[in-house]
Every structure is written in structure tokens, then in C-alpha cells.
């Protein structure tokens, strides 16, 4: 199926715009790599002191979830980073960080689990599922204002193919 964003940006024109632009340049996009290669999965390092100072911040700011002091925040078991080509004349090999909601929930319901089970498990949702060959699967990517070059994967969308060619035809309903 050709790509659902003919004629969007690609991963690597976001990267050419915010060298260009820096941080006048879009911070978000929506992305359909052409070939997810891998998805590595590291053990956390854990917050580091900037990140650390943060959490202590957010820590004595006002109640988000009610009277009493907020659950501590604990850094993730593990970071994972998406391999991929961004369209068939890509000629580099892209490799975004996650950052991803749903990335740090798996991570905790597989408690129970080894580090190489639990790395198994988020390698089978993350790309064996999500970037299988019978899903059409997009990158939600965003940077920070002090590094526009450094984009992250914020969440994937993975329809079914079948789906998306309904939608194409007018028959989804």
C-alpha cells in the first residue's frame, strides 16, 4: 500500500527543518516509515540530576491527585529506541528514542517477569505487533524547544491495513 502521507514530511525533512529553522521549525509530525528495522531495548539508567531535581519539584507542587503527597515517580526498567528508514529514497538510518506512555505501562505490568522475558514481551507489542507487515504504522514524533534536533517517538498509531484501505474506498461503515 503506498504511503497514507503522500506528500507529508518525512522524518528526515523534520530533521532538515530544525537544523535550518531550529526552533522555528515544527516540533511535531506525524511520520509512516518505510522500513522499521529494530527496536532496541536497553536497561533505564535511571533520572539523572537535572531530572532528579525535577521530580523532587514536582514532588512539593500542588496536589494532582488529591490531598496528601503525590505517588513517587519512578524511572522506567527500561528505554527502547525505534531503527527505521523514513521513505523508500531514505539513505539514513534513523534512530528515535521512546517516549511513549504505553511503553512505560507495559514495562510495569511485566513485574513478574526477567529482564530478557520483559524485553521479549516489549519487543513482540512494540514492533512484531505494532509494525507488523498487515498494520499501517505511523510515528507520532516530537523534539524540546533547548534541542530541536533531538526527536522522540511519542506514540504509534498502527490501524489495520484492511481498515485503512476501507476508509480509502468510502466502505469503513
Keep these: 500500500m503506498a504511503s497514507v502521507l503522500e506528500g507529508q514530511p518525512t522524518m528526515c525533512t523534520l530533521f532538515d527543518r530544525a537544523r535550518e529553522a531550529g526552533q522555528a521549525a515544527p ?26 531535581a525535577k521530580v523532587s519539584q514536582l514532588q512539593g507542587s500542588s496536589p494532582l491527585f488529591g490531598p496528601g503527597p503525590p505517588p513517587a515517580l ?3 526498567r527500561f528505554q527502547g529506541a525505534y531503527v527505521f528508514r523514513c521513505s523508500a529514497t531514505c539513505r539514513r538510518r534513523h534512530r528515535l528514542s521512546i517516549l511513549d506512555w504505553e511503553f512505560v505501562t507495559l514495562q510495569r505490568r511485566l513485574t513478574d517477569l526477567g ?7 516489549i519487543r513482540r507489542r512494540f514492533l512484531t505487533m505494532m509494525c507488523s507487515p498487515d ?14 534536533q533531538a526527536f522522540s517517538v511519542l506514540g504509534v498509531f498502527y490501524p489495520p491495513l484492511e481498515d485503512l484501505r476501507a476508509l480509502a474506498q468510502g466502505s469503513l461503515f
Excluded: C, M, Y
Excluded at 498494520?135 to 530541536?148: D, E, H, I, L, S
Design 27 to 52: 516540533s511535531l509530525g506525524l511520520i509512516q516509515p518505510t522500513a522499521i528495522t529494530d527496536l532496541e531495548v536497553s536497561p533505564h539508567p535511571g533520572w539523572n540530576t537535572d531530572q532528579l
Design 74 to 76: 519512578e524511572a522506567p
Design 115 to 121: 529482564d530478557a522475558e520483559a524485553r521479549d514481551e
Design 135 to 148: 498494520r499501517a504504522t505511523f510515528f507520532f514524533v516530537g523534539n524540546q524547544a533547548k534541542r530541536p
